[in-house]
């Protein structure tokens, strides 16, 4: 009669399960990554801890430059700076007015996520810039400050804002006229859209500084910011156009067909079945040419606007405060980071809502 013993269940090899499994399979699968990863780690403890007691440990974080003892980074710098940084040269009283357009802002940007009525965030996409320019510039009971006062951080985010909120429904108009079966509507598109790619944006800021006023009659005040708006909106508009006509080759036929089967007009079709399948492949591109708009933002200081990167250079020539021009760029830096890093993760969270490849 055979006899069977049960043995006891033996745990599983660490390397076959959590971070040892991970490191195992991602960083030393063979000879070569396991070299590159050593290599990488090698490089890593070269660079890292500098920068660590440069940054943190060694910093200077209050006090008055005459105080600095040690060699890390001088922080009392930004701090001492900071409200020129954010707000340029906008009157301190009233900063307020640009925080609260803020909080607006962030408002309205949550609430997309969570309305699901159209025409609610229509009214909210046509209501939100009024608010916010007439908190900024002033009007309705509020003190009037000119957009010469206007500058850093609040300025870069204003230019990158509206020229990410206007040029988006131009560029879709643009690809579709560049698709449209009308001739002319199609040869302007074409026209306009390779002329505007095929010079630089700073190009077009000074044809947007110099050239846009000479169309209005003697006495006319053109706004400097206004029309810096301007050549940045129909730059970016170009660039969108193409995105997006790239999106709309993407869709198969019998998307197009379908739509015409439905007795869907050509309106109908693209609104309701088309544009929102090509818009959601386009989403990866559409953020990449906002960042690049976010980055190119630093060109209207050419025009004698200044942003928070033309502040740091602004600031840098008070004879108080010579010397601490690397602690202001690397400030500037690690809010571009920030910035441009938050719309990566956003759009990726948009992508992942909209996906239906399941």
Same mark, same amino acid.
């Given at each position: 009669?055979?006899? #069977? ?7 599983? /090899? ?7 499994? =991970? ?16 290599? !990488?780690? %090698? ?15 060694? $910093?200077? =974080? ?27 040269? #906008? /009157? ?8 609260? *357009? &803020? ?24 209501? #939100? ?30 230019? &990158? ?13 643009? &690809? ?14 074409? $026209? ?15 044809? *947007? ?21 301007? !050549? ?17 080759? $993407? ?26 399948? &090509? ?41 108080? =405060? ?6 202001? %760029? ?5 809010? %571009? ?16 809502? #909209?996906?239906?490849?399941?």
């Amino acid at each position: 009669m055979a006899v #069977y013993t049960i043995k006891k269940a033996e745990k599983a /090899p660490l390397a076959s399960k959590g971070v040892l499994l =991970w490191l195992r399979v991602n960083l030393f699968s063979d000879v070569t990554n396991s070299l590159f990863t050593l290599l !990488g780690c %090698y490089f890593i403890y070269l660079i890292v801890p500098p920068l660590i007691n440069w940054m943190i440990i060694d $910093a200077t =974080w209050s006090g008055t430059k005459e105080e600095i003892i040690n060699d890390g980074a001088r922080w009392i710098f930004i701090f001492e700076k900071f409200d020129q940084f954010i707000y340029g040269f #906008y /009157p301190e009283a009233l900063h307020w007015r640009p925080n609260l *357009a &803020a909080l607006i802002s962030i408002f309205f940007i949550l609430s997309m996520n969570f309305i699901s009525n159209l025409k609610i965030k229509i009214g909210l996409i046509l209501v #939100y810039p009024i608010i916010s320019f007439v908190l900024i510039s002033g009007g309705f009971g509020l003190e009037i400050i000119p957009t010469e006062k206007w500058g850093g951080l609040m300025l870069t985010i204003l230019v &990158a804002a509206v020229g990410i909120i206007v040029s988006f429904p131009i560029g879709i108009v643009l &690809a579709l006229g560049r698709q449209s079966k009308m001739p002319i509507v199609r040869t302007l598109c074409i $026209a306009f859209i390779e002329f505007i790619r095929g010079v630089p944006l700073i190009t077009i800021l000074f044809m *947007a500084s110099v050239i846009l006023p000479l169309f209005f009659h003697d006495g006319i005040e053109f706004d400097k910011l206004l029309r810096a708006l301007i !050549g940045i909106t129909l730059f970016q508009a170009a660039y969108i156009a193409e995105v997006v006509r790239g999106g709309l080759q $993407a869709i198969p036929r019998g998307q197009y067909e379908a739509a015409d089967s439905l007795g869907l007009s050509y309106w109908q079709g693209m609104i309701l079945i088309i544009l929102p399948q &090509a818009l959601k492949i386009s989403i990866p591109n559409l953020v990449g040419s906002f960042i690049s708009l976010f980055k190119d933002t630093t060109l209207v200081l050419i025009i004698g606007l200044f942003d928070v990167l033309a502040m740091v250079s602004l600031t840098n020539s008070d004879t108080n =405060w010579l010397g601490f021009e690397v602690e202001g %760029y690397v400030f500037v830096t690690m809010i %571009y980071w920030v910035f441009c890093f938050s719309m990566s993760q956003y759009s990726k969270s948009i992508e992942r809502k #909209y996906n239906t490849e399941h």
